[in-house]
């Protein structure tokens, strides 16, 4: 049994459900994950590693020479809920290659959930995965147990997907079963929302694709989150000699997505190189500022809070608290802003502080990373 735990929870780690960090993972299997406010230690793991279908980059597919194993529901619900009591995780994120037939495995990954409900009044957080094509009336009873439904696009158009999957239909199998999905959380939403996930780096999709496609999704689709998943190739398939998604790809992805999703910005305003592709040298937002010198300096006073958005090294946060400061009376030093957590010398170059520039300041060495696990960019 624990051998059979810790391979189809060790193959969660292809199912992102969060930014890539690179550290924090608790164990092989139990990840941190942002669900709204709070930080929950998600137990990530398939209901079965048995796929009818053949997806070159996946480690379940058919033809991978590699042990099978699958969960009875109960066996899996009683793992999850006695893991649960002891305090080791406190959420559920259920996925699953397709056993025989997309809409039985459907049933049976629904069946795990309704037995947590049910028969454990498990009442914490379930993050449920949606086969491709299954039928409405499953994603129906699954939205009754699950907090956040999604369902893996892996591609951002039909071209990209045939280079991935010879038997997946972009349109058929995953568009429109996330159009279901999107009508039906439309209709009554679900707690957490619903989100999909795109494999970035092996099928030579650009980021400009990736972004403009995230945008699209966002305003079409109602779609929560885009998770973007680096490749990582895997032994015994046929992408095995592939090179992996870098990790600052994946960084500069999640940037420019919560510019899209977030600050109003434009996808043909993000900056692309000439592939198309993010600067990996820098974060989008702060060279968006480089090329739109004419857009600055903000009055901190003036600017509107999607303005004040714009300005490198402030967040959704510290926006929320100048406005809040202005209500009550006037930015007038930059003491101020260092108090809510604005870094002067980022902002430096961007603002004026009542009609006036602030003295440049000694340059401090960048951060790497400019996102917070809270969905900003500053
Ligand atoms: S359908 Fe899903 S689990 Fe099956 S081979 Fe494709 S990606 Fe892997």
């Given at each position: 049994m624990q051998k059979k735990l810790k391979y189809l929870g060790e193959l969660?780690?292809?199912?992102?459900?969060?930014?890539?960090?690179?550290?924090?993972?608790?164990?092989?299997f139990i990840y941190p994950s942002v669900c709204g406010d709070r930080i929950v230690k998600l137990f990530k793991v398939l209901l079965t590693n048995n796929c009818i279908f053949n997806c070159f980059y996946c480690a379940n597919r058919k033809d991978r020479d590699c042990p099978r194993y699958s969960f009875d529901v109960y066996e899996l619900a009683e793992i999850f809920y006695s893991m649960w009591q002891k305090k080791i995780v406190n959420g559920l994120f259920l996925s699953s290659g397709i056993d025989i037939d997309n809409n039985q495995t459907q049933d049976k990954m629904i069946d795990v959930i309704k037995i947590l409900r049910k028969k454990y009044n498990y009442n914490d957080y379930i993050h449920l995965k949606i086969l491709p094509g299954v039928d409405e009336y499953l994603i129906k009873k699954a939205k009754i147990y699950a907090d956040r439904l999604s369902l893996n696009l892996e591609s951002v158009n039909s071209l990209y997907l045939k280079r991935i999957s010879k038997e997946k239909n972009f349109s058929k199998n995953l568009l429109n079963t996330l159009k279901k999905l999107s009508d039906l959380n439309k209709e009554k939403p679900l707690k957490n929302g619903i989100t999909t996930q795109v494999i970035v780096g092996c099928s030579e999709e650009n980021d400009r694709e990736i972004i403009s496609f995230s945008y699209y999704l966002y305003k079409?689709?109602?779609?929560?989150r885009v998770y973007y998943s680096g490749f990582i190739p895997v032994l015994k398939t046929p992408f095995e000699n592939k090179s992996p998604c870098s990790f600052k790809r994946q960084i500069r992805l999640y940037q420019a997505d919560i510019l899209i999703r977030k600050?109003?910005?434009?996808?043909?305003e993000i900056p692309f190189d000439k592939k198309g592709n993010l600067y990996l040298n820098k974060d989008p937002k702060s060279l968006w500022a480089e090329k739109n010198k004419?857009?600055?300096?903000?009055?901190i006073n003036k600017a509107e809070f999607y303005q004040l958005l714009k300005i490198p090294g402030i967040g959704i946060k510290s926006a929320q608290k100048i406005l809040k400061i202005r209500k009550e009376g006037k930015i007038n030093s930059e003491d101020i802003l260092k108090k809510i957590g604005v870094r002067i010398e980022r902002v430096q170059p961007y603002i004026l502080i009542d009609g006036k520039k602030i003295e440049k300041q000694k340059e401090k060495k960048e951060n790497k990373v400019y996102y917070t696990i809270f969905d900003e960019v500053v």
């Open positions: 969660g780690i292809f199912e992102v459900s969060d930014y890539p960090y690179q550290k924090e993972k608790y164990t092989s079409n689709y109602d779609i929560s600050y109003k910005f434009l996808p043909s004419e857009f600055f300096p903000l009055e």
